[in-house]
């Protein structure tokens, strides 16, 4: 039979790292802690399988398992030298999910197992603090009967709240044994009031009730939602650990906490976390109370009056950072580690890899590799290529304070603007309307998930920098102020006060969480400086990759951006962007109104110096790199106005009846224009507009090669043919044009003809086209739209319902279908080959910037792929990653940064 429990403690371990697809990330770890000897409680992990079994078959258990977890509790119990279930001195145990993917508060945890009406007498002479054990039995109640039973957390808040004003107490800890002996009854009277069942005594009902409701939060709705957001796949599923409780609450030698072996924000080298005395866990994260700084200079830098725990346990401490430095040398990475501190004991409860920013991530990377910890290899691998574009985030700009409304803590770096909302629910509806939000929480948790995403920015009056907001944001990339405690939320009123003034529902506020700073109004942002450790980074990562990076842009700023990305070359120039410019449409739209071919002419005329120009200042800006300009593709009436009052103006300027103007409107009108007169079918009705695009190409270029010196490396690309009679008659055309260039200027600069692969008939023809096309440029936003036969811009409505209902694993316009449009590219890839063994093959749709499609591409040898400025770090970090998955880190894993400075 296969085993399905794995144990750990006492110094020993069944499985480890190596096995965290069965044990999820938190059994994995803490099997791996125990085998180095480390302080861990003793506990069990029952493996992901089970966890799918326990979904697929109505939430039941195989048989046999029962055996195997009572194994594994009797020895949780040697270890810890308690029974479970002992009414003298009771064993109690934790029950917590744990996904092979780290999912930070998405799944459910159940504390203090164990205790009932007898035990928890017991665990009150054992402990000999009576206090403590009926506070442990009111949180065992609390939990379990929302996690289990599905008792409204809130039941249980107002209760506890009622008798603190009756006492006329305002903390917990200002509350006595007596009183929590009184609030266990309340809320064992709650349990029996909304179920008709009183809360459940045997030890051994709690235990798999808690097994069950912890797998069973897999689906969740925001374990989902964080699964969706994040791009983990539905059928993974959680394992299950069951763990020896240790006591963070056992008075003033005990504590609990959340560290980071290097700072999460910055990456600065230093050990740096929070933590609460005389506290549980969940204290710490939930943002319930304020946590206290871990080391001596946080709090000197946080001005923070409550001590440290370097000053308060000493000792304790010591261990803490000696296990800290010890993991993160055998995990080699920054380490996200939660411990409780027993009446002065250290015990530690989790290991994972720490969520951080992308600064952070860019330094610890560079300097781990410096280091020697990691080779450069390992630096680019360990680097998620979407985390970039948090880079560009936009901070404040330091010479303009603004107004400040309060401060809080800074929990995740970036600035941001927007109109206040206070529901994660109005966060998503305003960002499906295309409003930007700040939301504002006292303090969030897990379910508000969806809304942290669809916001702008997160802000929170209560939590520390390592709550739930502060670390979700962190893993979003959104800026977050945590721990705003001067503010006061009215959610009835939609209103938020501090210092005496008041801000509404869909007010303005700009927050910065490098500062902690809430700003009344938009402020004005600065542009972040891309260097240091990303230019670092990035220059080892282009030693990695084959695959080039070229840009799609359209005008001569658009470029210069690019080239500061470090692209090389432009992949696509829409020129019909060109077209759109104030200046230009009205002789555009002259040409498209025109009644002859004079008229048109004469238009056209006017429009090639401008194209000229424009084409010119892309020659110079790529100095020498290869620029591939599309010749015209959008359908002409999307030139035209279509609203009466611009159908006047236009008509007055032009001297002309409005009459004119809506019937040529009406004639180029088309039912589907994605599929119509557009593309090489336009250059084929218009060779007129082809010969002018095509005479302000190579008359720019000449112009460029007779000013700098340098070869212009142009490529001309038609776009939408699906044959090679389409594109020979257009290369016909090109070379008549071209052949005017020579007539007048004496020669013409070298070109290459290519097509654009946006139809499933080219890709199938591709054999064909490359007889004539040198390179194709395949544009995967028309391909993916005429293989699925949906347009992207009608589609939101239920492609949105096909992702929440798992029909397509992921927006096929945002990451390349495979299956699909994968296989037409590769089928394109192969007959282009055959044909023609040196085509030039590159991609230019907007999956040229997407990490996941890259290493598609990269798979099949392309040469390059081009995508918006913006996005040009992401796909050469993303290209270099393709390089090192394909060489295997055997190779790249020699290239330990020991001359880091060469």
């Not at 609030?183 to 709650?190: A, L, Y």
């Not at 830098?301 to 308060?312: A, D, F, I, R, Y």
């Not at 220059?539 to 990695?544: G, K, V």
């Not at 239920?798 to 590769?826: C, H, K, S, W």
Request: glycine share 10%; hydrophobic share 45%; aromatic share 6%.
């Amino acid at each position: 039979m296969a085993k399905w429990v794995y144990a750990f403690g006492g110094g020993s371990a069944e499985g480890g790292l190596a096995d965290k697809e069965r044990l999820g990330a938190k059994g994995a770890g803490l099997a791996e802690m125990s085998a180095l000897g480390l302080p861990v409680p003793p506990g069990f992990t029952i493996v992901t399988e089970i966890g799918k079994h326990y979904l697929a078959n109505g939430q039941a258990f195989p048989e046999g398992l029962a055996d195997e977890v009572a194994a594994a509790l009797d020895g949780i119990g040697l270890i810890a030298g308690r029974a479970f279930g002992d009414a003298n001195d009771p064993l109690l145990v934790s029950v917590r999910s744990g996904a092979a993917a780290s999912m930070p508060g998405m799944m459910d945890t159940v504390l203090n197992l164990g205790l009932n009406d007898e035990t928890v007498e017991g665990l009150a002479r054992a402990s000999g603090n009576r206090r403590f054990a009926f506070d442990s039995y009111r949180r065992f109640i609390q939990m379990f009967g929302h996690i289990v039973l599905g008792l409204d957390h809130a039941l249980f808040e107002e209760r506890l709240e009622d008798l603190k004003l009756a006492r006329g107490l305002v903390l917990d800890a200002e509350l006595s044994a007596g009183d929590w002996e009184e609030v266990c009854d309340i809320f064992k009277g709650i349990v029996l009031e909304e179920t008709d069942t009183a809360f459940p005594q045997a030890p051994d009902a709690q235990l798999w009730g808690a097994i069950g409701a912890v797998m069973a939060s897999w689906n969740n709705p925001r374990a989902i939602a964080y699964r969706r957001i994040n791009g983990i796949g539905a059928e993974a599923g959680t394992a299950v650990t069951v763990q020896a409780m240790v006591f963070g609450n056992l008075g003033e030698t005990s504590a609990t906490g959340v560290a980071f072996t290097r700072h999460p924000s910055t990456g600065e080298k230093i050990l740096w976390g929070e933590f609460l005395p005389n506290a549980q866990g969940e204290d710490v994260v939930s943002g319930t109370r304020t946590p206290q700084d871990l080391t001596e200079r946080a709090r000197r830098e946080t001005g923070s009056e409550t001590p440290s725990l370097e000053s308060l346990m000493p000792a304790a401490y010591a261990d803490f950072a000696a296990v800290a430095d010890r993991l993160e040398r055998h995990h080699r990475d920054v380490l996200d580690l939660e411990f409780t501190i027993e009446r002065g004991r250290l015990w530690m409860l989790q290991v994972r890899p720490a969520k951080r920013t992308i600064r952070a991530a860019l330094r610890t990377a560079v300097e781990m590799a410096g280091e020697g910890l990691i080779s450069r290899a390992e630096a680019v691998a360990r680097i998620e290529p979407r985390t970039l574009e948090q880079l560009l985030h936009p901070t404040i700009d330091p010479d303009d304070s603004g107004d400040i409304f309060a401060r809080g803590l800074p929990a995740s770096p970036g600035a941001a603007s927007g109109a206040v909302v206070f529901t994660p629910d109005e966060a998503e509806t305003a960002r499906a309307q295309g409003r930007k939000v700040i939301l504002v929480r006292v303090e969030t948790s897990p379910e508000d998930v969806h809304g942290m995403h669809a916001a702008r920015g997160i802000l929170t009056t209560r939590g520390g920098m390592t709550s739930h907001a502060a670390v979700v944001a962190r893993g979003m990339g959104k800026p977050c102020v945590s721990g705003a405690g001067t503010i006061r939320v009215d959610f009835k009123a939609g209103t938020m006060t501090a210092g005496g003034r008041t801000i509404h529902r869909g007010d303005i506020i700009t927050i910065d969480g490098g500062t902690g700073l809430v700003l009344v109004g938009a402020v004005p942002l600065r542009e972040p400086e891309l260097s240091g450790d990303f230019a670092m980074l990035m220059q080892w990562a282009d030693t990695f990759r084959t695959l080039k990076i070229r840009t799609n842009v359209d005008t001569p700023a658009d470029a210069r951006a690019a080239r500061g990305f470090g692209a090389e070359g432009i992949g696509l120039c829409r020129t019909e962007h060109m077209f759109f410019d104030h200046r230009r449409i009205a002789v555009v739209r002259e040409m498209i109104l025109a009644e002859t071919t004079a008229a048109r002419a004469d238009a056209l005329a006017r429009l090639l110096p401008m194209q000229r120009t424009d084409f010119a200042a892309l020659f110079e800006i790529m100095a020498g790199l290869p620029v591939t300009i599309r010749l015209l593709d959008p359908p002409l009436h999307e030139f035209l106005p279509t609203g009466e009052a611009e159908i006047a103006e236009l008509a007055a300027a032009m001297g002309i009846p409005p009459a004119r103007i809506r019937a040529r409107s009406e004639a180029l009108a088309e039912a589907n224009p994605m599929l119509g007169h557009r593309g090489v079918r336009l250059a084929i009705s218009f060779p007129e507009i082809i010969e002018m695009q095509i005479r302000a190409t190579l008359e720019a270029a000449l112009d460029v090669e007779a000013a700098s010196g340098l070869a212009v490396d142009l490529e001309i690309m038609v776009p939408l043919v699906a044959s090679k009679a389409e594109l020979d008659l257009i290369y016909e055309r090109i070379r008549a044009a071209e052949a005017q260039v020579v007539r007048q200027h004496g020669r013409a600069p070298r070109y290459e003809l290519g097509t654009m692969i946006e139809l499933p008939r080219a890709a199938l023809a591709a054999g064909e086209l490359a007889r004539t096309a040198r390179f194709f440029s395949f544009g995967t936003n028309d391909l993916t739209q005429t293989t699925f036969g949906i347009s992207r811009d009608d589609a939101a409505p239920f492609l949105n319902a096909y992702l929440a209902l798992g029909l397509m694993p992921a927006d096929p316009f945002a990451t390349l279908d495979q299956e699909g449009v994968g296989e037409l590219i590769r089928i394109a890839t192969e007959r282009g080959r055959a044909t023609r063994p040196d085509i030039k093959l590159g991609v230019c749709g907007e999956h040229g910037g997407d990490p996941a499609s890259i290493q598609f591409f990269a798979g099949l040898g392309f040469d390059y792929v081009s995508c918006s400025p913006f996005r040009v770090p992401v796909a050469r970090l993303a290209a270099a990653q393709a390089a090192i998955s394909a060489e295997g880190f055997a190779a790249a894993g020699s290239l330990v940064a020991e001359d880091v400075d060469a």
